[in-house]
């Protein structure tokens, strides 16, 4: 039986620790203390690591944590700026585990980065800094229509996928969407889960595909209803989906 924890790391990441109760993969270690506490606690040996992108807050915790686990692979995008990675994966590579029993692909999603990779099987999403609940990573250095894309890979998975986002950026993005979406009436319903949860200082990770489907602004630049609300808001006439994300993404990079 699997099981997902999230380690709390800095200000709002997390560190998603999966594991069968003896043998454990780590997504995205950007420090080591709080992961290798985590592991030592509950007796559990590390497999792989898991890296979605070159951040430090993403990498940062690698190689100590490999002082303490030297038999774990380190899975990651091919990147030279992501050192001690013994294993590169590429779209359509499929990472296959039997300690924990698990089986990730992998879908390149350049946006957030040019080499951004995000995990997933019929179960679970591993997106890194590609997708927030009602959110999306900034555009560090690919384009929107890149981003686009990468977003649109995502729609197309299995909508009761949850997903396990990097960021504690929940509430912040539904202030955005309660903006760009101002007649939807879940996204009132959702803040008032998110603030019971983070009331009592719990993740509001993971979310799942469906919901961010019908309320994240960013997987719905194709929807009328989003076009016109830019209109009213920014007095800005959209063409095309494309530009729709774009004015989206630097409307939120400025809100
Ligand atoms: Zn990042």
Request: hydrophobic share 35%; charged share 20%.
């Given at each position: 039986?699997?099981?997902?924890h999230?380690?709390?790391?800095?200000?709002?990441?997390?560190?998603?620790?999966?594991?069968?109760?003896?043998?454990?993969l780590?997504?995205?270690?950007?420090?080591?203390?709080?992961?290798?506490?985590?592991?030592?606690?509950?007796?559990?040996?590390?497999?792989?690591?898991?890296?979605?992108?070159?951040?430090?807050?993403?990498?940062?915790?690698?190689?100590?944590?490999?002082?303490?686990?030297?038999?774990?692979?380190?899975?990651?995008?091919?990147?030279?700026?992501?050192p001690?990675?013994?294993t590169r994966?590429?779209?359509g590579?499929?990472?296959?585990?039997?300690?924990?029993?698990?089986?990730?692909h992998v879908?390149?999603?350049?946006?957030?980065?040019?080499?951004?990779?995000?995990?997933?099987?019929?179960?679970?999403?591993?997106?890194?800094?590609?997708?927030?609940?009602?959110?999306?990573?900034r555009?560090?250095?690919?384009?929107p229509?890149?981003?686009?894309?990468?977003?649109?890979?995502?729609?197309?998975?299995?909508?009761?996928?949850?997903?396990?986002c990097?960021?504690?950026?929940?509430?912040?993005?539904?202030?955005?969407?309660?903006?760009?979406?101002?007649?939807?009436?879940s996204?009132?319903?959702?803040?008032?889960?998110?603030?019971?949860?983070r009331?009592?200082?719990?993740?509001?990770?993971?979310?799942?595909?469906?919901?961010?489907?019908?309320?994240?602004?960013?997987?719905?630049?194709?929807?009328?209803?989003?076009?016109?609300?830019?209109?009213n808001?920014?007095?800005?006439?959209v063409?095309?989906?494309?530009?729709?994300?774009?004015?989206?993404r630097?409307?939120?990079?400025?809100?």
């Amino acid at each position: 039986m699997i099981k997902i924890h999230p380690v709390p790391a800095f200000n709002d990441n997390y560190i998603w620790v999966i594991h069968d109760h003896t043998h454990a993969l780590i997504v995205d270690p950007g420090e080591s203390q709080a992961v290798l506490d985590y592991l030592h606690t509950h007796q559990l040996q590390l497999t792989a690591i898991l890296i979605t992108h070159h951040h430090y807050d993403h990498i940062n915790g690698v190689e100590e944590i490999l002082k303490h686990h030297p038999q774990a692979d380190v899975f990651a995008p091919e990147d030279e700026r992501i050192p001690c990675s013994n294993t590169r994966v590429h779209e359509g590579s499929l990472v296959q585990f039997t300690q924990p029993e698990i089986s990730l692909h992998v879908l390149e999603t350049p946006g957030h980065t040019l080499s951004h990779i995000v995990y997933h099987n019929d179960a679970y999403l591993f997106c890194g800094d590609t997708l927030f609940s009602l959110g999306c990573g900034r555009l560090f250095e690919g384009t929107p229509e890149q981003m686009l894309n990468s977003l649109n890979k995502i729609k197309n998975l299995p909508k009761q996928l949850k997903v396990y986002c990097t960021h504690e950026y929940t509430l912040d993005n539904i202030r955005f969407t309660e903006a760009a979406d101002p007649e939807n009436p879940s996204v009132g319903d959702y803040k008032q889960e998110v603030l019971k949860l983070r009331a009592q200082n719990l993740p509001s990770l993971p979310t799942n595909l469906a919901r961010e489907l019908s309320l994240n602004p960013f997987l719905r630049s194709d929807d009328v209803k989003i076009q016109s609300n830019l209109h009213n808001a920014l007095q800005i006439t959209v063409e095309d989906e494309v530009a729709t994300f774009a004015a989206l993404r630097s409307w939120k990079d400025r809100f």
